[in-house]
């Protein structure tokens, strides 16, 4: 069974600054996904960034880019110049897309970010 | 026009009590998910749905029975609630394989008092 598994619970920076959010999964398959998601204090699941493991390529949206290792099964969040409206729980996802069966997300158990002014 | 919408946002009900989430996309997706996300923020798949056809169960009681009438709705209906039900519960919609990005609803918190 596949799992994802973030290490930092909480994590803390100043505004402008970059922080890097880290995650790992274990799975034996060769294609899949991962993601990125933001939930802010309103709740709201916010897709941040999504990677294709078969790309070696890492993806990169705006001030969001990801370190994808496929050995090491990492997929670490980098955010770089920090705003206020980044504070938010940040959660790792996993999806294996070979069939229906498998067509869901597996989540991290989150890493809550707090950005300081 | 909100693209995933959940109702009701919070409910608030007693032990033993039967309520129901409703859950409408209009999005045009064939596949819609129930996720749980219980006091800890950890989140759950519970059910997803394709074109109406019930896909995966995951081990979920079966006081839960969701039902889809159409492919824009999912509803969630939950029997005999007990105390460990609170949590958030999202819906989400996606157009299924080789189209992963996940649109989620905005929640809705129940709290079984």
């Known amino acids: 069974a596949q799992t994802v598994t973030q290490s930092q619970p909480e994590m803390s920076v100043q505004e402008a600054e970059t922080v890097t959010l880290s995650c790992t999964y274990d799975t034996s398959e060769n294609n899949y996904y991962l993601f990125w998601y933001k939930q802010p204090p309103s709740r709201q699941m916010i897709l941040v960034i999504r990677q294709e493991a078969y790309k070696q390529q890492n993806a990169t949206e705006n001030r969001f880019s990801v370190n994808f290792q496929k050995a090491a099964k990492s997929f670490s969040l980098k955010i770089s110049d920090s705003q206020l409206g980044d504070t938010a729980m940040y959660f790792c996802a996993f999806m294996n897309t070979l069939s229906y069966n498998t067509d869901k997300l597996i989540f991290g158990t989150g890493t809550r970010l707090q950005v300081f002014p | ?113």
């Open chain 2, 1 to 113: 026009d909100t693209a995933v919408s959940q109702t009701p946002k919070y409910l608030v009900t007693q032990m033993g009590n039967d309520k129901s989430i409703k859950c409408e996309q209009n999005l045009g997706h064939d596949t819609m998910y129930w996720y749980k996300q219980d006091s800890k923020k950890f989140l759950k798949i519970m059910f997803s749905y394709n074109n109406k056809e019930l896909i995966i169960n995951e081990t979920v009681p079966n006081r839960f029975s969701p039902k889809s009438p159409d492919k824009a709705h999912l509803n969630l209906h939950i029997n005999s609630l007990e105390l460990g039900d609170s949590a958030v519960y999202f819906c989400a919609s996606s157009q299924g394989i080789g189209n992963t990005e996940a649109f989620f609803g905005q929640g809705t918190r129940l709290t079984v008092v």
